[in-house]
């Protein structure tokens, strides 16, 4: 993993020991997904060895069907803590990030089919590509950032994070309600829509305007 060291810039950011995502944050993506609209988030999580840094290979193994694309700001925890207020929420932020939330979508649509929980889907190598995390206060507003996600140089996804049904500062305190937030935690705020599928000889780039890109060429196993 690339992500915790800044190639000389002599920067670092501790260790993640848990990625928790928010699903349904934005109303075009629940549209798309012919999803209903949470009254409170959609918490799920995906294993930190899942991740990989701007420029490492997307792997997909066979016979897995369609994986898509999710680009989504994730935010890292440098001060943990539980039953966080959302007045102070953004204090235990330290760093924001963009983050590719690669979903092995047939596995995820027959796992909810089943009832059955949708980890494997979510929790594969290489699907949690990261770009180089930034320090929060160099960004000017991480409520208003332009958020897209092209291949092969196309734009597929295109939005803003102002368009977030839950703020960033709402999740914090809800997953902090639950889960004791720790240093090195990272969270995923939730994918605009265009989601779409990638296939072996992609190449997919996810942005966000004032942090950062991850370019991750895909390839079969
Ligand atoms: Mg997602």
């Known amino acids: 993993m690339t992500y915790e060291a800044f190639p000389g810039e002599g920067r670092h950011?501790?260790?993640?020991r848990k990625i928790v995502c928010i699903g349904r944050n934005y109303r075009g993506h629940i549209a798309e997904m012919k999803a209903n609209e949470p009254s409170e988030p959609v918490l799920f999580l995906k294993p930190p060895s899942s991740m990989i840094g701007d420029g490492e290979t997307i792997v997909i193994p066979e016979g897995i069907g369609r994986v898509d694309h999710e680009v989504?700001?994730?935010l890292m925890i440098a001060k943990g803590g539980r039953r966080i207020e959302v007045s102070r929420s953004l204090e235990h932020v330290g760093w924001v990030a963009v983050f590719n939330d690669v979903t092995a979508r047939d596995m995820q649509s027959e796992a909810k089919r089943s009832g059955m929980p949708w980890t494997l889907s979510k929790g594969i190598d290489t699907f949690?590509?990261?770009s180089f995390p930034v320090p929060i206060g160099e960004v000017p507003d991480i409520h208003d950032l332009g958020i897209e996600l092209s291949v092969n140089g196309a734009r597929r996804q295109s939005g803003?994070?102002?368009?977030?049904?839950?703020?960033?500062?709402?999740?914090?305190?809800?997953?902090s309600r639950w889960m004791t937030l720790e240093e090195g935690d990272i969270i995923a705020t939730g994918t605009p829509e265009g989601v779409g599928p990638m296939v072996p000889g992609d190449t997919v780039?996810?942005?966000?305007?004032?942090?950062?890109?991850?370019?991750n060429p895909v390839r079969s196993a």
């Open 13 to 16: 950011v501790p260790p993640c």
């Open 72 to 74: 989504e700001l994730a």
């Open 128 to 130: 949690s590509p990261i």
């Open 160 to 175: 803003n994070t102002s368009e977030m049904i839950f703020a960033p500062e709402e999740i914090i305190a809800y997953i």
């Open 205 to 215: 780039e996810a942005r966000i305007e004032g942090v950062g890109k991850t370019t």
